[in-house]
């Protein structure tokens, strides 16, 4: 997490044509001003300031009168932001020089450099979240919830490809939604098609229990899995727990 996996920067440039890229990107201004356009989105900038990119975000770099940069790109970065971002330094250039030390590093030929790097890429982060007074959103939890909700019952619900399209990283989201919820949002998941599997068992008659038809429902394709799954959370398997259910009514 926090990887930074390349490192640059740009001498007086006027334009930089839309591009986005995979990971995140940081941009720090060392000179000159401009703007960067996201769309419908522009963020106009300053020497000391620093725009952070989500991944796979569309931008162009304008400055009519030049610009000078270092620029980052960070894998797996845990950022609590959706949009792009600008923050500026503080007096004493503290993400400055971490710009600088990270230009320095990636491109030395010291030995054990990924060492440095590592350890820079998780002090950037940690900046950035410091001096943009962001907290971990507690709306992307909220979100996650709402889209588990609606689809539990599907079972060609497939949560970790949800969790993939959402920009932040996977790694952060699942710890982000533990510290909230208690749990990870598989775990939500399977406790909403047990729990509603549970209803369900208890709910039948005298009739012929179809186990089939109430994996189905719960949003398991395989009712082998879903007996075991079931069983872990409830101690017995769902034919058992039914007719237990049934004796004590």
């Not at 769309?39 to 620093?50: E, F, N, S």
């Not at 208890?202 to 994996?215: K, P, Q």
Request: include cysteine.
């Amino acid at each position: 997490m926090n990887s930074i996996v390349y490192v640059g920067r740009h001498m007086v440039t006027f334009t930089t044509k839309q591009h986005f890229h995979e990971e995140w990107e940081l941009i720090y201004c060392t000179g000159g001003q401009g703007q960067f356009e996201f769309g419908d989105i522009t963020l106009k900038y300053g020497v000391g300031d620093i725009v952070i990119i989500p991944p796979r975000v569309p931008h162009i770099n304008i400055s009519e009168e030049g610009f000078t940069n270092i620029y980052m790109n960070i894998a797996d970065a845990a950022f609590p932001i959706r949009e792009p971002l600008m923050i500026s330094d503080d007096s004493e250039g503290h993400i400055l020089n971490a710009f600088r030390d990270a230009f320095y590093f990636f491109n030395s030929d010291i030995d054990s450099k990924h060492l440095v790097i590592g350890a820079i890429g998780n002090l950037v982060v940690n900046y950035v979240i410091a001096f943009s007074n962001t907290k971990p959103l507690r709306g992307i939890v909220d979100e996650i919830k709402s889209d588990i909700m609606q689809n539990f019952t599907d079972c060609d619900y497939e949560l970790d490809k949800y969790l993939r399209t959402i920009p932040f990283s996977y790694d952060y989201l699942r710890k982000l939604f533990k510290s909230e919820m208690g749990m990870t949002p598989h775990n939500y998941l399977t406790n909403l098609r047990v729990q509603m599997a549970e209803k369900l068992l208890c709910s039948y008659g005298d009739g012929e229990l179809n186990i089939s038809e109430i994996a189905y429902v719960c949003g398991y394709s395989d009712s082998l899995y879903f007996s075991r799954v079931f069983k872990k959370n409830f101690g017995c398997s769902p034919k058992k727990y039914a007719a237990h259910r049934g004796r004590t009514k």
